[in-house]
């Protein structure tokens, strides 16, 4: 998920996360009218992708976009990372150690 600031606007957002390759969804309230707002008063845009990116690139990509207030990817974040399948399944994914340092 992104979040974009109200101030300058989720549309310029949503067209960059297009040419960064994603596919930006702004993200609606269901118990009231129009979309999710943040604490912060910030719009909640979600960004769909397919296939594998640079992860660190698109981060950092992303946060030298004027208008994104954070990136939700949390790169380098967490050691390990848990993904609830279609099935029900749970796919764990660990992050590599460096060894010999």
């Given at each position: 998920?992104?979040?974009?600031?109200?101030?300058?606007?989720?549309v310029p957002?949503m067209n960059?996360?297009?040419?960064?390759?994603?596919?930006?969804?702004?993200?609606?309230?269901?118990?009231?009218?129009?979309?999710?707002?943040?604490?912060?008063?910030?719009?909640?845009?979600?960004?769909?992708?397919?296939?594998?990116?640079?992860?660190?690139?698109?981060?950092?990509?992303?946060?030298?976009?004027?208008?994104?207030?954070?990136?939700?990817?949390?790169?380098?974040?967490?050691?390990?990372?848990?993904?609830?399948m279609e099935?029900?399944?749970?796919?764990?994914?660990?992050?590599?150690?460096?060894?010999?340092?």
């Amino acid at each position: 998920a992104v979040v974009s600031t109200q101030s300058t606007g989720y549309v310029p957002v949503m067209n960059k996360l297009r040419e960064f390759g994603l596919e930006p969804v702004l993200r609606l309230a269901e118990s009231k009218a129009g979309p999710v707002v943040s604490d912060n008063g910030n719009f909640i845009v979600d960004a769909m992708f397919s296939g594998v990116h640079n992860w660190d690139a698109l981060e950092t990509k992303m946060c030298r976009t004027p208008g994104i207030v954070e990136t939700g990817l949390f790169i380098d974040y967490a050691k390990v990372a848990y993904f609830g399948m279609e099935d029900g399944s749970v796919s764990v994914v660990r992050k590599p150690t460096l060894t010999g340092f």
